[in-house]
């Protein structure tokens, strides 16, 4: 460690292992908030009580301006579950720029066989283009 050029590889690796162990497991990530939001709104009538409390003690009801019964309804489930929803959204924001999927929906990441597929687009356009000559030099010797 006495080496300065050791010490900078060493930062330079760990900073790059360090994202490429965010970008793996990002979309693990949003699987598992996607997983567990699915599970409390399955749970919404067993603890319906408890997230009543939850969102009254944190005051959000009182900012949205929301009043939910003590027996669950179907407006109070669907409240609910668009709070789970919200805050799933909200807390998935920040791991976006490092999933693979949600990269390749953007574009942002070509798929590994786009190269191979632009070959072949290339070989296409090329036959188009040859027959175009021939057919064209044939409509030529026609006229002539």
Do not use: C
């Amino acid at each position: 460690m006495e080496s300065p050029i050791l010490v900078a590889i060493l930062v330079f690796v760990s900073i790059y292992a360090a994202f490429l162990l965010i970008r793996l497991f990002a979309d693990f990530f949003l699987v598992g908030i996607a997983l567990v939001s699915a599970v409390l709104a399955y749970n919404i009538h067993s603890y319906y009580p408890d997230f009543v409390m939850i969102l009254q003690e944190s005051s959000l009801l009182n900012v949205l301006e929301l009043t939910l019964p003590d027996q669950p309804n179907s407006w109070a489930i669907f409240i609910i579950a668009s709070l789970i929803v919200v805050g799933a959204v909200l807390i998935s924001i920040p791991i976006l720029p490092f999933s693979a999927t949600y990269r390749h929906m953007l574009g942002v990441d070509n798929p590994a066989f786009a190269k191979k597929e632009s070959k072949v687009r290339g070989w296409i356009a090329e036959e188009v283009e040859r027959r175009f000559r021939e057919r064209e030099q044939q409509l030529r010797e026609k006229n002539e």
